[in-house]
């Protein structure tokens, strides 16, 4: 039997021993899309999308990055036969980990990127 929080109390999700409150307000969509993303300013680096929603993403790069530090994220979608839709977005980490040779890093956007949405829609 699945139990449900009463309205407006968070669920809580356990992590070993730690409890603590699911953040998560938007559903992800599974990807693997070649983004860029730029820890410094004008400093892009290579990085895949494992998944994304309108308010964050989850990228395996090939460094560690640093609880809350700023970040720049740039997904560029390429169809055939039409433009390159390009959509930018800036947030800060909110988690790495190592996993296997590269890390993956989950990044919350500070707002929703302009034309996300209409991303998303497409990438789906």
Known sequence: MALNPAPGTQKTTTTGSIKRPNRRITARIACRLSVSYAATPGEWRPATAMDLSRLGCRLRTGEDLPRDKKVAVRVE???????????????????????????QTGIQFDSEPVGLSDLLGIAR
């Open 77 to 103: 979608f390429r169809m055939a036969d039409e433009p390159v839709l390009t959509v930018d977005g800036a947030g800060k980490v909110m988690w790495s980990r190592l996993e296997g040779l590269s890390y």
